[in-house]
């Protein structure tokens, strides 16, 4: 039953370090990390939007009605993720 106990009491201690990192980090680098965050995604979308296009040339699959606004979803996805990261770079 001790074992328990001191399991338990590790669990505790290892979420209150956890959570104080936490908040730290969140002060100091947050605009930074949300900015690299929106741009990562920005080029996740870019890259994605290249990948359908790129099947569509090839031929690997007809241009159908979900395809193309597939591609277009990601287009305009990579482009708002683009200004919101340009924005938090001026803040």
Same mark, same amino acid.
């Given at each position: 039953?001790?074992?328990? $106990? &001191?399991?338990?009491? @590790? !669990? *505790? #201690?290892?979420? !209150?370090?956890?959570?104080? #990192?936490? !908040?730290?980090? &969140?002060? *100091?680098?947050? $605009?930074? =990390? +949300? #900015?690299?965050? =929106? ?15 790129? /099947?569509?040339? /090839?031929?690997? +699959? $007809? ?5 193309? @606004?597939? /591609?277009?979803?990601?287009?305009? %996805?990579? %482009?708002?993720? %683009?200004? +919101? $990261? +340009? *924005? &938090?770079?001026? =803040?």
């Amino acid at each position: 039953m001790g074992g328990m $106990a &001191n399991k338990k009491g @590790a !669990s *505790q #201690r290892r979420r !209150s370090v956890v959570g104080e #990192r936490g !908040s730290s980090a &969140n002060e *100091q680098g947050g $605009a930074s =990390e +949300k #900015r690299l965050y =929106e741009k990562w995604l920005s080029m996740l979308c870019v890259g994605m939007a290249i990948f359908g296009i790129g /099947v569509m040339l /090839v031929g690997y +699959k $007809a241009p159908t009605v979900g395809l193309v @606004a597939t /591609v277009v979803m990601l287009i305009g %996805a990579s %482009a708002l993720f %683009a200004i +919101k $990261a +340009k *924005q &938090n770079m001026r =803040e």
